[in-house]
């Protein structure tokens, strides 16, 4: 469950430094269900008159766009219904329209809290995560400034589809919303709280946000004030559940394979049977006032990394000059074509920027800025990046500039139609601006978009007197930004005509069987070639590559060059600069990397002609060496206090059982700079020259194109491409090694790290391996109703999020047992108490039938909804071509997973684990503990 600030117009290379900052990970998400699904008519074919002739009794029709239409029931619940039969997978999205912008004094945090306690039952699902789990179901909540959203994703059929409807209408009025369940929750979410102090980048955006603004409640970070989730009053929650979670404040959205009249009708009677509400829902007049001169803050913490950042007041995303801001925001702060990229990055001031914007209903932020190593200038930086923004107006987009971008965001939003899991959750946004219709109203604006709209909406904003700067002293100023009023959503969509959609895809059948009998198996030199041709909606492609290079002995000492090389691939060719092949990934539609991507039927043969030309003709230009080597070396400084970084560490350290040098070897963060520091751009063209080839390599091509046109050409592209160094798999080997203790000091962090392993003598072929398959899922890999999760979150409210991964050996018998989790320092003692006590518990009195059965349920189901995935299918087949096998092999392993007993099941957990070669580093600021853990060892 997250609480979320929508990120708007960020730059695709910094999307998971900026969003790490601002959200944490879900807790207990789990991947979606399997089960026959009912074939549905393709989206986008259901006219009007059909619509209605479907309507149950006290259903209105309401307006359609692309294969989604609107019906609006007599308690005002709006619905959604997005049929597509490309996928056996249905999503159900539940938005409430209220969020942190919402809250009042004291209650800071509350619409994230409330949404944590919504996965705590209701009168008729009273465990609610123990029957996501059962069922296998991908399921999550998220909360920002304007919504509240929950979402299933789950193998389509009518049981998991009425399920879910049943659920969402139950926990819609009759949730529990316990002060029982407050007691333990509230500690989770702080945890949660506590795990985004530990980044600075985070802390830098939440005071930027609360300094910019004086009145308007935007300016409170959604996961909210630490004493205020400590101290709200069930009753608080309570009557904020009641006022906003009924129906004439909600958009379900159901998309994917269903049938839509049946579908339609179970709605109306398990949602048509709430009452509408009497009450009237609360309103807010607040309206953040003209800042009248620009506003400097500095943040004095810890950390490993220099920040600076600069944000500006922005309209509503209802307001025409939202998109225009969004270009501006990319054409700004976009890799490697970037303004700020080549005016900071390029010259060596700065080793990354960003840029993007946060936004919603209300008047929003946008954000600038970069990222500096540790010890040099800031000043500079700040002075550059304050006069690029504030310049851009007198420097309107280049043709070039505008048609990149432009490609990039249609792009975007042509995935996200392609695919109904995506749009169903992303149509939450829109939705909270008042119409979900705004979506394709953006789309217009994107593809209408001129440089001078682009350029006078930055003149309007982009102003020293509407600047607020993260770490500098402000300066007097004299111009102010007047921020106009959000206009009606009516007038907004008065001129809008949707287009007419019509993209189709076949129902596909995720059985392996049906995956041998469509594959066409064959080898193009030393690629041994896996062929899946199937229809997708947008005519999508993917493919994956597999290459190997070297053994054991020619690697020596080559182990950081090789983890060099490969990010260095698309910087620079024999014909195209990095910023031309990203125009081409662009034009060719191909996301990724070149080992692994997506295209178009129609792009595919021009994408792999790229991809060889990439992989085979490298220039690896010194400068862009250079700015990806110091983007590594701030990247591993970053770690050196972090508790995550420094715990991982220290427990590979612990398990290493090579010498420097060797490709297996766990080295220590200081060794790793050396070695990036004395590297050389000879050294990787070297290691490209000697051991880049595909002889031996895999390929697997899933999706929408021609099997009989794709083959020859594979085959004239890497058939006869071999590099001079031979290859032969690493190996390695099964060691006993003596359980430790480390508790890692790391100072002014809020939050802390547990990870433990042991070692485990095992191969994936093993007997035993299913069986542990299961008791891993069952003790800490089922989500929220593991027995792991269960005692550390939802009993003993330590822990957000945690979780155990079997991992057996691939081609020998060095398999290991895993365990980590987040929690506050001075809970980490009794975290590790906690998880000793139920791993003894497994150990001791073994699991129970009811658990087997669930775990087998939701593994198999999980598996089911992996393969309908192109990706996960096309890197499945990689992953057995280059073990000799096929998904035979998974259709086996199934059936063993199928004829696990519950003795089996045990026998093979306490065979594999034993408690006492447990090895446990702990990592957290040692002085909020108290009395410090024993023992303890100085920071790495």
Known sequence: MDSKNK??????????????????????????????????????????????????????????????????????????LFPDASRPTVTVNMTYLVGSRHENYGETGMAHLLEHLLFKGSTKNRDITKQFS????????????????????????????????????????????????????????????????????????????????????YGRSTIGNRSDIENVRIKNLQDFYRTYYQPDNAVLLVAGQFEPRATLAKIQRLFGAIPKPKRTLPVFWTEEPTQDGERSFTVRRQGDMQFVAIGYKIPSDLHADAEALGFASQIMGDAPNGRLHKLLVETGKASQVFSFGQTGYAPGLQYFGAVIKLGEPIEPVREALVQAVEEFASKPPTAEEL????????????????????????????????????????????????????????????????????????????KRAVLPAAPAVTDVLKDFKPAVSNLVAENFDPSQQNIMQRTTLTTAGGVKLALLPKKNRGETVTVDLSLHAGDEKSLFGKGVVYGMTIPMLTRGTTRYTRAELDDAFERLKIVGTPLGFQTTRANLPEALKLVAHILKEQSFPQSEFEQLRQQILVGLESGRNEPQSVASYALARHFNQYPRGDVRYAGTLDEGLEDFKRMSVDDVKAFHRDFFGASPAEMAIVGDFDAKEIAPLVNELFGNWRAPQPFSPLRYQHV?????????????????????????????????????????????????????????RQKDGLSYGGGSGISPGLLDRAGNFSISAIAAPQNLAKLDAAVRAELARAVKEGFTAEELSGARSGLLQQRLQARTNDASLASGW???????????????????????????????????????????????DQSKVGEPVKPIVAMP
């Open 736 to 792: 006993e090694v003596a359980p430790t203790v480390q508790v890692i000091n790391t100072p002014d962090k809020e939050n802390g790290f547990y990870t433990a392993r042991l070692n485990v003598d095992l191969n994936i072929d093993d007997p035993d391996y299913p069986a542990l398959m299961l008791a891993n899922y069952i003790f800490g890999d089922g989500g929220l109703k593991s027995r792991l999760m269960d005692r550390i």
């Open 403 to 478: 048609e990149r971008v432009r490609r990039s965001w249609l792009n975007t939003i042509e995935r996200s139609l392609n695919d109904p899991q995506a749009v169903g959750v992303a149509l939450s946004e829109p939705a909270s601006l008042g119409d979900w219709r705004m979506f394709f109203v953006s789309r217009e604006r994107v593809q209408k978009m001129t440089a001078e709209q682009i350029a006078a909406s930055a003149g309007r904003y982009y102003l020293r007197t509407n600047r607020v700067t993260g770490t500098f002293i402000p300066e007097e100023s004299s």
């Open 7 to 80: 990120l708007r117009g960020i730059s695709a290379h910094v999307a998971a430094l900026c969003l790490a900052l601002i959200t944490i990970a879900p807790a207990g998400a789990q991947p979606a269900v399997n089960a026959p699904a009912a074939s549905a008519p393709a989206a986008g074919t259901a006219t009007a008159s059909a619509a209605k002739a479907m309507l149950p009794k006290g259903v209105t029709l309401g307006p359609a766009v692309e294969g989604i239409t609107e019906y609006r029931l007599a308690n005002g619940l709006k619905v959604l």
């Open 134 to 217: 059962e069922r296998g179901m991908q399921f999550n909540g998220t909360t920002s400034l304007d919504r509240t959203n929950y979402y299933e994703v789950f193998q389509a059929s009518k049981d998991n589809l009425d399920w879910a409807l049943q659920m969402e209408a139950d926990r819609m009025v009759n949730s529990f919303v316990a002060a029982k369940d407050l007691a333990s929750e509230m500690t989770v979410v702080r945890n949660e709280f506590e795990s985004g102090e530990n980044q600075p980048g985070n802390v830098l955006f939440k005071r930027m946000q609360s300094i910019a603004y004086d009145w308007h409640s």
């Open 878 to 924: 990689t992953s057995f071509l280059y073990r000799n096998k096929t998904f035979l092999w998974s259709l086996e392993l199934e059936r063993k997973l199928n004829a696990v007993t519950l003795p089996e099941l045990n026998a093979a957990f306490r065979k594999a684990i034993d408690p006492a070669k447990l090895s446990v580093v702990m990592a957290g």
